[in-house]
């Protein structure tokens, strides 16, 4: 089973990836794709950058850089995974990875209370089944 795994630098988004490696240690063979989406830049970044290519390579960067903590613990789980920085409009891209890369599910981190936007966009367009996570809080 190939699971999308979006991933956006934030406690629930590694919440989710602990749980798609906990379904894999309890006997769910999976391997896995990482996403990271940037979002397209402002005018404003446009207009001090003056270089399409900077503003691109800057992104591509902060993505990377966001994917590392996921990144560390598929490596220390022994999973084996492929990761992508896109940029564009969240909520279609991860459907358009679902499909690119043949994924059966999708792992996401889901924030407190109800679903953000990109959530609910792959809720009502991913062709596979989404599942939810949100990180548990400490009662320690």
């Not at 063979?29 to 404003?44: D, G, R």
């Not at 999973?79 to 994924?103: I, K």
Request: glycine share 8%; with cysteine.
């Amino acid at each position: 089973m190939k699971i999308l795994l979006p991933v956006d630098g934030s406690a629930d988004s590694l919440a989710a990836v602990r749980h798609a490696l906990f379904q894999r240690t309890s006997g769910l063979e999976s391997s896995f794709v990482l996403a990271n989406v940037q979002v397209p830049p402002s005018l404003y970044e446009i207009v001090v950058a003056h270089d399409a290519e900077v503003l691109s390579d800057v992104r591509r960067e902060a993505g990377e850089d966001l994917l590392t903590a996921a990144e560390q613990l598929l490596e220390a789980a022994g999973a084996s995974w492929e990761a992508e920085v896109v940029g564009g409009d969240p909520g279609h891209l991860l459907v358009d990875l679902v499909e690119n890369y043949g994924c059966d599910a999708v792992v996401m981190g889901c924030g407190a209370g109800r679903p953000g936007a990109v959530a609910a966009a792959l809720l009502a367009h991913s062709p596979v089944p989404v599942t939810l996570v949100r990180e548990l809080a400490d009662d320690n």
